[in-house]
């Protein structure tokens, strides 16, 4: 059987601001005694350039029935958006959708319905749906569908803001697998802060041009938006400030964030000397694998350090021993010494926390910043026990 794909759009949309609309697409069968068809998977790759964003979804959805389904895709992209492109997948195959005039798409799938045939017939509806009938949906088979959307990002303050809507209110928002989400962001000028209020992100940072933003949940619900805030610097440490009055404006109860963001491309010279005394926890709680792990921690950190750099090692369980007694420079033969000194520590006795803490600060320099790198189960067990 030939199977066909239709879509209409309004042409000549307008590329506007991206604002909330949900973009979960949701395949609802025509027999209105059945559900939504199950989310399968849920993919999206969005790239940015400077302000205007280009997000391409991909979706598979599962019939469970018996028999095969005619359903209809519903897929709400954010208003001011430019759907670009939209495709569905049929027995393994990519099937482009043809751009029809919408009062001639629509003919057009009316008379291969009545012929048996199996179209997709995409619709503008109020500038923020669209809606494809797809038929057949193979019986306890999957159905993929791919589209893709353009806008400009919209301005908040100094950042602009990324806005990927999936709030639907349906039952159907809920993924059988995976929810993944894949920004590329690029910029013209240097990238500041970026940063997500709505979900747990990895950021990779490749140059101060290209930022990478990764997400990825198992059996994710569907039903907070993905915000995505970018910034940029003209200056050697980015500063972006977000505020918030759920009062309104001159409210009591305002907060605000403030995210600072250094560059990628540091000269090694403007790097300022640092003292750091790392405090091992070598009590016997701490046997087996945390023993284990506190060494491993220390000796990579020790070979992170610079020649200009100082730094001391603390050593406690009952009682508190140290390397030096004083903070050394860490030139190579004094860090193959620290290396030496941690790789011999082994778990026994009690846990002196408080006399561990005031031996590690009471030697702070004072011609630089002092960090204590304090690596401990937490149970204090000899001398001030009350946290």
């Not at 025509?30 to 068809?37: N, R, V």
């Not at 350039?49 to 992209?77: C, G, I, M």
């Not at 992100?201 to 995505?228: K, N, P, Q, S, Y």
Request: aromatic share 6%; glycine share 8%; hydrophobic share 40%.
């Amino acid at each position: 059987m030939r199977r066909f794909f239709l879509c209409s759009t309004v042409l000549g949309i307008l590329l506007l601001l991206c604002v909330d609309a949900a973009a979960v697409g949701l395949l609802i069968p025509k027999d209105e005694s059945l559900p939504p068809l199950a989310i399968k998977s849920h993919r999206v790759d969005i790239r940015v350039t400077d302000s205007a964003a280009v997000t391409r979804v991909e979706q598979v959805f599962v019939n469970h029935t018996d028999r095969p389904l005619e359903a209809t895709f519903y897929f709400p992209v954010p208003k001011g958006s430019t759907v670009s492109d939209m495709n569905l997948w049929i027995n393994g195959k990519k099937t482009p959708g043809a751009v029809l005039e919408k009062g001639k798409a629509r003919a057009t799938y009316e008379s291969i319905v009545r012929r048996v045939q199996d179209p997709g017939l995409v619709e503008y509806i109020d500038g923020a749906v669209f809606q494809a009938r797809i038929f057949p949906v193979p019986a306890r088979g999957e159905q993929k569908v791919e589209i893709a959307f353009a806008c400009v990002l919209e301005q908040v303050g100094a950042m602009r803001r990324l806005v990927y809507p999936l709030r639907t209110g349906r039952s159907a928002a809920r993924l059988l697998e995976d929810f993944v989400v894949d920004v590329h962001v690029d910029s013209k000028q240097p990238l500041g802060a970026i940063y997500s209020p709505s979900h747990l992100i990895d950021i990779a940072r490749t140059t101060d041009h290209h930022a990478r933003v990764g997400l990825e949940e198992t059996g994710a619900d569907l039903e907070e938006d993905f915000l995505l805030y970018m910034g940029t610097r003209d200056s050697e440490v980015a500063a972006s400030v977000l505020s918030f009055d759920p009062d309104g404006r001159g409210g009591e109860d305002a907060w605000f964030l403030m995210v600072l963001s250094p560059g990628m491309d540091i000269d090694e010279d403007d790097i300022a000397p640092k003292a750091v005394t790392f405090v091992v926890d070598t009590s016997g709680s701490m046997s087996g694998d945390k023993i284990k792990q506190a060494r491993d921690s220390v000796e990579g950190c020790l070979g992170k350090l610079r020649e200009q750099d100082t730094f001391n090692v603390v050593a406690f369980s009952t009682s508190v021993r140290r390397l030096f007694a004083r903070p050394m420079p860490a030139s190579t033969d004094r860090r193959s010494a620290g290396v030496r000194f941690v790789r011999g520590l082994e778990a026994a006795g009690g846990t002196a926390i408080d006399e561990a803490l005031a031996t590690a600060l009471e030697s702070g320099p004072s011609d630089r910043a002092h960090y204590v790198i304090f690596v401990t189960d937490g149970r204090p067990t000899v001398g001030e026990v009350d946290a």
